[in-house]
T-cell receptor
Framework: DADVTQTPRNRITKTGKRIMLECSQT?????MYWYRQDPGLGLRLIYY???????NKGEISDGYSVSRQAQAKFSLSLESAIPNQTALYFC?????????????FGEGSRLTVL | QKEVEQDPGPLSVPEGAIVSLNCTYS??????FMWYRQYSRKGPELLMY????GNKEDGRFTAQVDKSSKYISLFIRDSQPSDSATYLC???????????FGTGTSLTVIP
């Protein structure tokens, strides 16, 4: 089983719908992140959480919200999806204090908003 | 100006070639420099990590950081078809904070 699991892997929805992307991890890491990847724009940080009670906005948080339900679970919500939120979304984790700062990514959730 | 600039390619080389991938950056305070490899339909995986300036070698891969020029490179020697992927550079001020990613360079190694 993957260490960082994202569900769903693919989702097609319509403008205005509420969407939740879920992420769970078995790595025991405190830090979790949500990124979106777009062609020509690379990976951009949406939100990050350093522990259950710590939530921080990233570069592009408008239109998104998150919930850290437990150390192992971090979900991303689009309250009212719009077409320019069509992208590949990645959840990632990292270990506090690890000098490499390595991010461990899930396999991605491809979201299409029509 | 974006924090990190990376030529998106695509780059196509014959098997056995030496590949050079590069990124430039604008923030002189960056201290941690990373290269991630992303295969199609997969999440990125850390390939190389360097702290501050200098070179780091791992098998066929060499990462170089030139902080005076704000320029980092990844060299792949004896490239293999299995190296075909998108390579993303990333950097941060310190570990655990925001990582700044390049847009990625798509590499194809032709057998």
């Amino acid at each position: 089983d993957a260490d960082v699991t994202q569900t769903p892997r693919n989702r097609i929805t319509k403008t205005g719908k509420r969407i939740m992307l879920e992420c769970s991890q078995t790595k025991g890491h405190d830090r979790m992140y949500w990124y979106r990847q777009d062609p020509g724009l690379g990976l951009r940080l949406i939100y990050y959480s350093f522990d259950v009670k710590d939530i921080n906005k990233g570069e592009i948080s408008d239109g998104y919200s998150v919930s850290r339900q437990a150390q192992a679970k971090f979900s991303l919500s689009l309250e009212s999806a719009i077409p320019n939120q069509t992208a590949l979304y990645f959840c990632a984790t990292s270990e506090k204090g690890l000098n490499t700062g390595e991010l461990f990514f899930g396999e991605g959730s491809r979201l299409t908003v029509l | 100006q974006k924090e990190v600039e990376q030529d998106p390619g695509p780059l196509s080389v014959p098997e056995g070639a030496i590949v050079s991938l590069n990124c430039t950056y604008s923030n002189s305070a960056f201290q941690y420099f990373m290269w991630y490899r992303q295969y199609s339909r997969k999440g990125p995986e850390l390939l190389m990590y360097t702290y501050s300036s200098g070179n780091k070698e791992d098998g066929r891969f060499t990462a170089q950081v030139d902080k005076s020029s704000k320029y980092i490179s990844l060299f792949i020697r004896d490239s293999q078809p299995s190296d075909s992927a998108t390579y993303l550079c990333a950097m941060s001020l310190n570990t655990g904070n925001q990582f700044y990613f390049g847009t990625g360079t798509s590499l194809t190694v032709i057998p």
